[in-house]
């Protein structure tokens, strides 16, 4: 392809961004809108898959000249709805909510661990370095 008549750099970023994401086979046939401004490419439109939005983003980050990407693509089918198994473990993890009475039980097992840590370390000096020299004197 060729570039546009008038250029500016995000014009020409987001021309070269699109232009390999068209070549790209894994994304066959997904509408994707490809905008640039201060060399951050935005991403929009309908894709058929979770893989497929991700492969836009890997494709738009890797370009050089892009500084961040953010990929607004949204996919078209529930996700629920696919028979793809990473896809239905991505709409599973998306489904999960942190219990917060576990997440407050989790984090007090955490903190009375790092106090008994403490205090072993704090007797090991005592044992290792005090009752030596109490021996000698």
Do not use: H, Y
Not at 22 to 37: S, W
Not at 51 to 68: K, N
């Amino acid at each position: 392809m060729e570039d546009p008549p008038v250029i500016s750099p995000d014009l020409r970023l987001a021309w070269r961004v699109t232009e390999r994401i068209l070549a790209d086979p894994r994304l066959a046939g997904e509408p994707i809108g490809v905008v640039a401004q201060n060399r951050v490419v935005t991403l929009t439109g309908v894709v058929g898959s979770v893989r497929a939005r991700a492969v836009a983003g890997e494709v738009a980050s890797g370009f050089p000249g892009v500084a961040d990407v953010c990929n607004r693509l949204e996919t078209a089918c529930p996700a629920g709805a696919t028979t793809d198994p990473f896809e239905r473990l991505v709409a599973q993890w998306a489904g999960e909510r942190p219990d917060a009475a576990r997440l407050i039980r989790a984090r007090l097992r955490r903190e009375r661990l790092l106090k008994a840590v403490v205090v072993l370390a704090a007797l090991s000096v005592v044992l290792l370095v005090l009752l030596p020299r109490l021996a000698k004197g």
